[in-house]
């Protein structure tokens, strides 16, 4: 099962807008906190938390710390999904089969 952290952690608006402008590519806290509705430190709580849950990376840059999207993290959370992707293309499959062979048999009773 995908790491139930990241959810907890995408459950939050700010956490969610963060991430998203992660994925524009790498960014600093500064850049980060541009435009949102709170602090530049309330930003990096919310970068600890995606971190803490396997959601970004984090590297220095000269005096700050600049911050991307953690592909294995986002890996597990699309691993999870797909399960889910891949039952429902597999009902659908079975629900067109099933159509079908209705469909055959009704023309064969109407010869």
Known sequence: MANNLAFAALSDPTRREVFERLAAGPSAVGDLARGLPVSRPAVSQHLK????????????????????????????????????????????????????AASIKSDEDRT
């Open 49 to 100: 938390v995606l971190k803490e849950a396997g959601l970004v990376t984090d590297r220095p840059d000269g005096a700050r710390r600049v911050y991307q999207i953690d592909p294995q993290g986002l890996g597990q959370i699309r691993a999870w999904l797909d399960r889910f992707w891949d039952v429902a293309l597999d009902a659908f499959k079975a629900e067109v089969e099933r159509s079908e």
